[in-house]
């Protein structure tokens, strides 16, 4: 994915949610996504929900990606619950070294599927995969899970970068594909067909446009 100007307008915006346990690293993994680097060491424990966005060029579409990063707190479970509406990828975090973690998935896929769109994407994201000598999940039990549960899968490591990118590529792939094959309405993400102002000002314009033409 090649980075854009902010100032570019998107072909299409998509809109993420980072939900899962609290202190699994959901925090970590957005910022290594948007700075592209992991020197922050220390991230603070999100509160109620924070928001960040990126553009990108994506098979010459450009594609902003709007995320909210949700507290995995039991107290915050309703409000993150609201922002699920008009969402179309939910990227679902664990912790390698925490068997609890990786059992309240099944209750944050329920939340997910029950207050999401009926075409939402979800991919589960094993995280601290750097922590090799504490880890407590099976990867290839976890990949089996989660290939049942009809979810994407993959591993990651907030700590040094690896596989973070390609958490979110692959849920951005699923969803584009799912868009070329007319399987979801694409003018659903389309940012100037989603503003009928702006559309029938673009409209009228070129109505009058082509009424002062004497050619």
């Given at each position: ?37 992991c ?8 509160v ?35 922002y ?38 979800i991919?589960?994201?094993?995280n ?88």
């Open positions: 994915m090649k980075g854009l100007n902010q100032e570019q307008s998107a072909d299409y915006i998509f809109k993420f949610i980072l939900i899962g346990n609290s202190s699994t690293g959901k925090t970590s993994i957005l910022q290594y996504f948007i700075k592209q680097n020197t922050i060491k220390k991230v603070q424990q999100t109620g929900i924070e928001f960040q966005s990126k553009f990108f060029v994506y098979k010459n579409k450009n594609i902003k990606l709007q995320i909210w990063d949700t507290a995995g707190q039991e107290r915050f479970r309703s409000i993150a619950r609201t699920f509406k008009n969402t179309i990828g939910a990227i679902l975090v664990y912790d390698v070294t925490s068997q609890d973690s990786y059992e309240a998935l099944d209750d944050w896929i329920k939340d997910a599927r029950e207050n999401g769109k009926s075409d939402l994407d991919i589960v994201v094993g601290k995969i750097d922590l090799t000598d504490q880890r407590v999940v099976d990867k290839d039990y976890a990949e089996r899970d989660m290939r049942n549960k009809d979810v994407l899968y993959v591993e990651t490591s907030a700590m040094t970068g690896e596989n973070v990118d390609k958490c979110f590529q692959s849920l951005i792939d699923q969803i584009y594909n799912k868009i070329e094959k007319g399987q979801i309405e694409k003018d659903e993400f389309n940012p100037q067909l989603k503003n009928p102002l702006k559309q029938n000002l673009t409209t009228k314009t070129n109505h009058v446009q082509s009424q002062s033409c004497n050619c």
